[in-house]
T-cell receptor
Framework: DGGITQSPKYLFRKEGQNVTLSCEQN?????MYWYRQDPGQGLRLIYYSQIVNDFQKGDIAEGYSVSREKKESFPLTVTSAQKNPTAFYLC?????????????FGQGTRLTVV | GEDVEQSLFLSVREGDSSVINCTYT??????LYWYKQEPGAGLQLLTY?????DMKQDQRLTVLLNKKDKHLSLRIADTQTGDSAIYFCAERTSGTYKYIFGTGTRLKVLA
């Protein structure tokens, strides 16, 4: 079945550590996205990538990094520079062109700093 | 700038209709989406509409678009307890790859 897979579902990080969240899609989508969700604030865009080896900062990119070496994969690293990383992280993907180009979402990763 | 606004909460009785509202600011050609999020899960696409349409119906869901007022609504007919979730409105300007999401409306269905 086609879809987007995020792993792990739950992640715990000690302060000062970097962690990497995985996102893989087999929908042949060109574009991929990372969002952060905090209670009452909706979704905020961290980074997005339109094609392989290219990505752009979103609204809250500070303290995060990404790579897009393969079309199927768009991992997000939460670095120690991110001051308040505890949140629910959502990965999405879409086609670049065509009717709708609606974004499809993974099931999310809940990151907690301990 | 781009902005999408929604009310935070809505409570309805089972069997009634629910209407969730959204306003947006981008006047360019745009796609508008409704997503549903259940607790601890990702977002599930419910439906979408392009800005040259006024209405779209899909089973129990009806989307109405008022382009003049930049107002979008999602009507759920015969609301069930399984419809309890957070509903997000989102817009995307044609030719761009950036989706702007609202804060989400938490729908609570009372039995």
């Amino acid at each position: 079945d086609g879809g987007i897979t995020q792993s792990p579902k739950y992640l715990f990080r000690k302060e000062g550590q970097n962690v990497t969240l995985s996102c893989e899609q087999n929908l042949n989508h060109d574009a991929m996205y990372w969002y952060r969700q905090d209670p009452g604030q909706g979704l905020r865009l961290i980074y997005y990538s339109q094609i392989v080896n290219d990505f752009q900062k979103g609204d809250i990119a500070e303290g995060y990094s990404v790579s897009r070496e393969k079309k199927e994969s768009f991992p997000l690293t939460v670095t120690s520079a991110q001051k308040n990383p505890t949140a629910f992280y959502l990965c999405a993907s879409s086609f670049r062109q065509g009717t709708g180009t609606e974004a499809f979402f993974g099931q999310g990763t809940r990151l907690t700093v301990v | 700038g781009e902005d999408v606004e929604q009310s935070l909460f809505l409570s309805v009785r089972e069997g009634d209709s629910s209407v969730i509202n959204c306003t947006y600011t981008d006047s360019s050609s745009t796609y508008l989406y409704w997503y549903k999020q259940e607790p601890g899960a990702g977002l599930q696409l419910l439906t979408y509409i392009f800005s040259n349409m006024d209405m779209k119906q899909d089973q129990r869901l009806t989307v109405l678009l008022n382009k003049k007022d930049k107002h979008l609504s999602l009507r759920i007919a015969d609301t069930q307890t399984g419809d309890s979730a957070i509903y997000f409105c989102a817009e995307r300007t044609s030719g761009t790859y950036k989706y702007i999401f609202g804060t989400g409306t938490r729908l609570k269905v009372l039995a």
